[in-house]
């Protein structure tokens, strides 16, 4: 019994990083840097074969407006082969891709990666019973895990 407990534990804990925050937004810590967690993401998305299309620093947007904002990175990643699919279900669905991955840090220094939950994104466009959408989830979560991973 002992052994059980001490299963359910390390499964909590091991999944204790990953939370939902807002309605369809999944938030994972990073033991990184904001640059690094952005850096380690970038090279694992496209060491999947996924283009990157657009990486934007909001911190030094700001600066340029005279304003300040703690590091603040934004993703934008995806292909053709994930989306086209999710798209042929339900084309609003364009509106939510390219897939995205915000990193950002909190006013307690703690870094986040976070990125829209694909089975929300199934449920904002009625396409819950999209078969690539059980797929594009697994996949987003795998590398959301990999980038904040020791």
């Not at 292909?79 to 995205?100: F, S, V």
């Amino acid at each position: 019994m002992k052994t059980f407990y001490a299963l359910v534990a390390i499964v909590f804990f091991a999944t204790y990083s990953i939370a939902v925050a807002a309605d369809g937004l999944v938030e994972v810590k990073s033991p990184y840097s904001v640059k690094e967690t952005v850096d380690r993401l970038e090279e694992i998305v496209q060491q999947r074969g996924l283009n990157i299309f657009a990486r934007i620093d909001h911190a030094a947007g700001a600066v340029k407006i005279g304003q300040s904002l703690r590091p603040t990175e934004l993703l934008i990643f995806g292909n053709p082969q994930g989306g086209t699919p999710l798209m042929a279900c339900a084309q609003t669905a364009g509106i939510d891709l390219p897939l995205k991955a915000l990193v950002w840090e909190d006013a307690s220094r703690q870094v986040w990666l976070g990125y829209n939950d694909l089975t929300y994104l199934a449920q904002r466009h009625a396409v819950t019973n999209c078969p690539v959408v059980e797929k594009l989830r697994t996949a987003m979560a795998a590398i959301a895990e990999a980038a904040v991973a020791p």
